[in-house]
């Protein structure tokens, strides 16, 4: 029994330790107005439309998007580019169709119900490209990252010099919000880098939100239809509630009460 004991305050002693070892690591992400949260939020279509244009221009080189596509780019919910421009931005990309009646493969323009143009061939290409490296889909990232928008809104902006007694090897950089500040993903970010059609300033800041908003809807592009369909159900929970009640009330008055 005395051992029991010893066993168990050690084992507590080391589950307390790593709580606190947890609770000290733990960073303050970066908190911003993100207009899709709570029960009626809403996309932002301008901001989706500029965080397309920062995923094509500055994410696209290295990731890719291979659940989405480019007619996904004018369905409601979304960004709702028109018909016209979502074919525009499609046939702006080759891809690889076929075979055709020679038996030979070939290059066309994009169409709306193509895929999103991969920036590798392969997996091996990719890392070959980036130093051992492999870029993940950016599909579904906000989903496959704890803290979610916060996270990947907050390491956008998280670059810093390293701190004094920090080493890190070549290729590999400083950021305060990667999970142990070490990421091979150089800084893809700087005022102005892109210049948004609608005349927005692209601070570093406004181009981190808009394609952090662009990579939540593709994680979740039926969040707005989801919400409507809550908020119907409530209405609907809250009308049938009241039914019943008055039903009752009406149904108990018949009975009288004996003193």
Same mark, same amino acid.
């Given at each position: ?81 028109? %018909? $016209? ?5 499609? =046939? #702006?990309? !080759? ?9 030979? @493969? ?87 880098? %892109? $210049? ?5 300033? =692209? #601070?570093? !800041? ?9 990579? @939540? ?43």
């Amino acid at each position: 029994m005395k051992n029991f004991f010893r066993l168990s305050f050690l084992i507590a002693l080391l589950l307390g330790f790593q709580f606190n070892s947890n609770a000290a690591e733990k960073v303050e992400y970066l908190k911003t107005d993100w207009s899709f949260k709570g029960p009626f939020g809403k996309f932002d279509r301008a901001s989706l439309q500029r965080g397309y244009q920062v995923y094509q221009e500055v994410c696209s080189s290295c990731h890719s998007m291979k659940y989405l596509s480019y007619r996904n780019l004018v369905e409601e919910g979304g960004p709702e580019f028109s %018909v $016209e421009q979502a074919k525009a931005i499609a =046939a #702006s990309f !080759e891809v690889k169709d076929g075979p055709n009646a020679d038996g030979e @493969m070939f290059m066309r323009p994009g169409r709306l119900s193509d895929k999103f143009v991969m920036p590798y061939e392969n997996e091996k290409a990719a890392q070959a490209a980036n130093g051992g490296a492999y870029p993940p889909d950016m599909t579904v990232l906000v989903k496959a990252r704890g803290g979610g928008v916060d996270y990947i809104y907050s390491l956008l902006q998280g670059y810093e010099d390293p701190p004094a007694g920090v080493t890190l090897d070549d290729g590999v950089y400083y950021n305060k919000y990667m999970y142990g500040n070490k990421i091979k993903m150089s800084n893809q970010l700087s005022d102005g880098l %892109v $210049e948004y059609s609608d005349g927005t300033n =692209a #601070s570093v !800041e406004q181009m981190a939100k808009d394609v952090t908003t662009f990579l @939540m809807w593709t994680a979740e592009p039926h969040l707005e239809t989801r919400h409507k369909m809550g908020f119907k159900a409530i209405v609907y929970l809250i009308i049938l509630t009241v039914l019943v009640y008055f039903s009752m009330k009406r149904i108990w008055s018949r009975i009288e009460t004996k003193v």
